[in-house]
């Protein structure tokens, strides 16, 4: 929670400076949570409406909604120090709409904050520039889940080779996203653009990329 703003953009960007020989692709897929009521912890998550998935016995696995990566934890999978878990990262496009989304299934999160040129100030960033914007809410253990509002990815992690969206909403959030863009877009060259598909295309594109976008 003390990262800077750096700090906090690095873990997303990570390192591009490996030389890349044979590229093996790595996915995560599960992060083991330590739960000292499992039926309890398994209810929890339902209600965030998290899925919960077919495993094997004495195996319980849920996945937030758009997730590639899953949770997992039960009797015999994980130690009693329940709570230990704090580094958990949720991504969102719409920090508000999250926020409220827990609420309405009776998770009162922490504040919201961002991080600007004085450091941490409350409330989201209000020009909802990705990477500055967090609120973080806790499990009945005490697992600490943080949100990030992500928009615009910083250059080397998304393939640009390849554009995806993980659900429907992230998908209409893009949408009006370039929208407002493109009415600027229009504005300033003071004509209608019939070919708005295609810039509708490369804005989004660019934006999850990281590149530079479309004027």
């Not at 997730?67 to 709570?83: H, K, N, Y």
């Not at 704090?86 to 496009?93: D, E, H, R, T």
Request: charged share 20%; hydrophobic share 35%; net charge negative.
């Amino acid at each position: 929670m003390g990262q800077t703003s750096a700090q906090q953009q690095f873990s997303e960007s990570g390192s591009n400076d490996q030389t890349k020989t044979a590229t093996v692709d790595m996915k995560l897929e599960v992060v083991v949570i330590p739960v000292s009521d499992v039926e309890r912890a398994k209810q929890f998550y339902q209600k965030l409406g998290w899925r919960l998935d077919v495993t094997p016995p004495g195996v319980i696995q849920l996945t937030p909604p758009g997730s590639g990566c899953s949770i997992q934890f039960g009797e015999t999978l994980t130690p009693p120090a329940a709570g230990a878990a704090s580094g958990l990262w949720l991504i969102v496009s719409d920090l508000q709409a999250a926020v409220e989304k827990v609420k309405a299934a009776g998770v009162q999160p922490d504040e919201v904050f961002h991080f600007g040129a004085n450091g941490k100030l409350n409330g989201v960033d209000p020009e909802h520039n990705s990477y500055r914007s967090f609120a973080s809410f806790k499990d009945p253990d005490g697992n600490r889940w943080l949100f990030q509002e992500i928009t615009t990815r910083l250059p080397g992690r998304i393939d640009t080779g390849v554009t995806t969206y993980a659900s429907a909403t992230d998908l209409a959030s893009a949408l009006r996203r370039a929208e407002a863009a493109h009415g600027e877009h229009e504005k300033r060259t003071g004509q209608r653009d019939e070919n708005w598909p295609e810039w509708y295309s490369s804005y989004m594109v660019a934006e999850q990329a990281g590149s530079e976008l479309p004027t």
